[in-house]
């Protein structure tokens, strides 16, 4: 079986100050992978150099692509990488207005990415907006209002939609629960493992949540000050972890 | 030419406006920067316009401009005397005999030829600035033909209006490759771009942006395969003057008790069939 | 569901030399060691049942053949996978397809409904959404989990529903291997006697079975031999 993302060596320099370094993973086919970490940790700094939003200074970023197999994603021209982040790709940001058209209706918010790749058939972009929109359970009667209507999770819940339209099989997400209420965190923590089952999508998950990893990654990546600390099996890292920083991590986490 | 310059414009000027148009015109659809000079009218009322028929202009051409199709308008009228003026060059009315035709909002009626240069006032160049408001971004989405967001702008078209609501300043791609503003003409004019013989210019002086579309170039408006373009217009009317009913209509108010009619926009095509008309009749 | 046996010893779980110590550094570093020498073996249609004194590590050598706890030292081998510095990719795919665990907690996404909790491990083998869902039904019938309950996410039943509710998310696939962690606990005599009777049936197709039962007629009733972790317990430094 080929990887679907094998990083190697990645870092990422602020000036004098770390981002991040020295990333090595592999990622296969329909594996969701989280990773963890304090605020200023580097794991947003990771994520985006993982999707292409900002270049990293030494490394590579070796995806499977369709047509050519594994090739660096750095070394694609810009066309190539924006073609892949419409395609094949897909990015949830933690607030949806970030990922989201505000003043573009839901349905042209999912309609989108199929334009953007070429789809010009308005009947049948409306029906795939339509299908989409039931399958992250906001109602279609919905589909020509805009999103400043929405609720924050409903928001989230379009955005997911809009990435998901086009059939990628990586999905960058930041924080995807993050801001939201925690009921509505439940919902979107299962609808999002329901689409990750039903269309075998790969994941790489950002969160300081150690709840939500558990209950969506298989495997876990633990940073600090830029370097991972810790990885492997999700709740083996979270039941047993052997890194100081981790355990500190995982015991600082209030029961409820 | 003692006291000023041939067209106002002084030479180096000029040059960089023509070596603007030419890179305009070797890359159909794609605006070209240029350093816009303060000209002696108001940004809006045709400064770009005005800068690229300056650069245009040789003492053998013959001028016509138009607003809104009218030559007898105040601004064609104002710039029409500023060039024969400045540049002392013919003028006329008459589409057929003008070799260069300044216009604000519309094409003419009559079919353009082979050597005739079009140049169109325009306000906001970006076809997509009300889509994406970053010109950097922008640029890079003509650079990387990334256009689903005009298609999306359509797309809320339909869903909002169940058509595509756009009257004018409809965007059209150029040769399958740039898409462009055709400058606030109505879409019934779209259709004139697509491979005319003359030479179409667009100069917008508030931006500083020159684009042009070479002659014959395959000019195409945008839309959905299930919702075609149509150039429509006043549907059932017909001009009460010269009786036409293939051109763009102007509705005028007669009175103050709802009393109207609809006649030509371009005036030179409609005194030219009254003409012919009166013709037949004698 | 047929399973090469060209394992070693031919046991579905081969277990010698585990070892095992937690080192808390938060806490000036402490070593504990926890477990060595740790050493057992579990054939298909046998029930195994690990016995020793509270803290002797039952639960601690369960989470480290289920992949939760790492394995320092030794060798664990679960269905011919080896976990002691197993990728993550050959836990899980174990996990999906040939280990079933039975733990005490339910862990779930608080709005799911008890219905598909139930019905998850066969929907990750792919099996369609209704076919999943009635063998769930059935389950959830036998367990005595009443009906009206289905619909609801069992994050807010009782004790005994949760436990029955993780039951038959335990049983619903025919695992070759199976861990049994307290699965009687908890249940009245009448569940209790439908639980005994899902391990008897499990045993009877095969299933190698490892399992913790404080309940000593449980254990009579379904474990063929038991296995005490005491001897696995290392020396403790009885001066610190």
């Known amino acids: 079986m080929t990887p679907l993302l094998k990083v190697e060596g990645l870092g990422k320099f602020y000036g004098r100050h770390l981002g991040c370094a020295d990333i090595s993973f592999t990622l296969w086919p329909g594996e969701v992978m989280g990773i963890v970490g304090e605020s200023g940790s580097g794991k947003s700094t990771l994520l985006n150099c993982l999707a292409g939003h900002m270049p990293p200074d030494t490394g590579r970023v070796m995806f499977d692509t369709r047509d050519q197999g594994l090739r660096d994603t750095l070394e694609m021209s810009e066309p190539e990488r924006r073609w892949l982040a419409r395609t094949d790709w897909a990015f949830v940001h933690q607030n949806p207005r970030d990922g ?56 989230q819940r379009l955005q997911i939609a809009r990435n998901l339209v086009t059939g990628p099989r990586l999905v960058f997400m930041d924080e995807p629960t993050g801001g939201l209420d925690v009921s509505v965190q439940a919902r979107l923590l299962d609808l999002l493992r329901g689409l990750v089952r039903h269309f075998g999508l790969s994941a790489v998950i950002v969160t300081h949540d150690l709840a939500v990893v558990r209950l969506l990654a298989d495997r876990l990546m633990v940073m600090k000050d830029g370097h991972v600390v810790e990885e492997g099996l999700t709740d083996q890292v979270l039941d047993d972890p052997q890194d100081a920083y981790t355990q500190l991590l995982v015991s600082s986490v209030l029961q409820v | 030419m003692t006291d000023y310059n ?21 890359i159909p659809g794609y605006q070209v920067p240029f350093s816009s000079r303060e000209m002696p009218m108001p940004y809006g009322w045709g400064t770009g316009g005005v800068q690229v028929t300056a650069a245009c202009l040789v003492p053998e051409d013959t001028l016509k401009v138009i607003d809104q199709g009218a030559d007898d308008t105040t601004n064609a009228v104002s710039i029409r005397n500023f060039f024969a003026r400045v540049a002392r060059v013919t003028t006329t009315e008459a589409t057929a005999e003008a070799s260069v035709i300044q216009t604000r909002h519309r094409i003419p009626e009559r079919p353009l030829t082979d050597g005739q240069i079009l140049v169109f006032q325009v306000p906001i160049p970006e076809p997509l600035r009300f889509l994406e408001p970053r010109e950097t971004e922008t640029r890079t989405m003509h ?121 030509c926009s371009d005036t030179d095509y409609c005194a030219t069939r009254v003409a012919a008309q009166a013709e037949d009749a004698a | ?153 069992p994050t807010t039943f009782s004790g005994g529903e949760q436990q029955r509710v993780n039951i038959a998310r335990g049983f619903i696939l025919d695992w070759p291997v199976m861990l049994l962690d307290e699965p009687t606990a908890s249940l009245d005599s009448a569940n209790r006697a439908v639980v005994l009777d899902l391990i008897a049936e499990a045993k009877a197709r095969g299933a190698a079975i490892l399992g913790i039962f404080h309940d000593a007629d449980a254990r009579a009733a379904v474990c063929d031999r038991e296995v005490d972790v005491t001897g696995f317990t290392p020396a403790r430094d009885l001066s610190a």
């Not at chain 1, 339509?130 to 805009?146: K, Y």
């Not at chain 3, 608080?110 to 909790?117: A, I, K, N, S």
């Open chain 1, 100 to 155: 989201l058209r505000m003043n573009v209706s839901a349905g042209g918010n999912v309609g989108d990415r199929l334009m953007a790749v070429g789809a010009r058939h308005y009947g049948d972009i409306r029906r795939q907006a339509s299908d989409w929109l039931g399958r992250v359970e906001i109602d279609a009667g919905r589909i020509d209002e805009r999103p400043r209507a929405f609720s924050g999770g409903m928001q």
């Open chain 2, 6 to 26: 041939f067209a106002y414009l002084d030479e180096a000027t000029k040059r960089m406006l023509r070596r603007a148009i030419l890179k305009a015109v070797a």
């Open chain 2, 143 to 263: 650079a990387l033909e990334d256009y689903g967001l005009m298609q999306v702008r359509l797309y809320e078209d339909i869903a909002r209006h169940g058509e595509i609501a756009r009257a004018y300043a409809y965007p059209v791609r150029v040769e399958g490759r740039y898409i462009m503003d055709p400058s606030p003409i109505p879409k019934f004019d779209n259709p004139k771009l697509d491979r005319s013989p003359a030479l179409h210019l667009f100069g917008a002086g508030r931006e500083g942006r020159i684009y042009a579309l070479p002659p014959h170039t395959r000019v195409e408006s945008l839309d959905f395969e299930d919702y075609p373009f149509t150039a429509s217009k006043a549907a059932g009317q017909r001009c009460a003057i010269c009786g036409a009913e293939d051109s763009y209509l102007d509705e005028v108010i007669t009175d103050d008790a709802g009393g109207r009619m609809f006649v």
């Open chain 3, 1 to 153: 569901m047929s399973i090469s046996c060209k394992m070693k010893g031919g046991g579905m779980i081969e277990i010698s030399g585990v070892g095992k110590r937690f080192v808390l550094h938060n806490q000036g570093g402490v070593v504990l060691p926890v477990m060595e020498g740790a050493a057992l073996s579990v054939r298909p249609g046998e029930c195994v049942a690990l016995v020793g004194a509270s803290g002797a590590g039952k639960s601690t050598l369960m989470r480290m053949i289920w992949g939760n706890y790492r394995c320092d030292q030794g060798s664990i081998r679960v269905a011919g996978v080896e976990l002691c510095g197993a990728e993550p990719r050959d836990v899980i795919a174990l996990r999906r397809n040939r280990l079933g665990y039975v733990s005490q907690f339910l862990r779930v996404i608080p709005r799911v409904p008890t219905l598909r909790v139930v019905a998850e491990p066969l929907r990750a083998q792919g099996l369609a959404e209704a076919d999943a869902l009635a063998r769930a039904r059935a389950l959830l019938a036998r367990l005595n989990i009443p009906q009206r309950l289905w619909s609801l996410s």
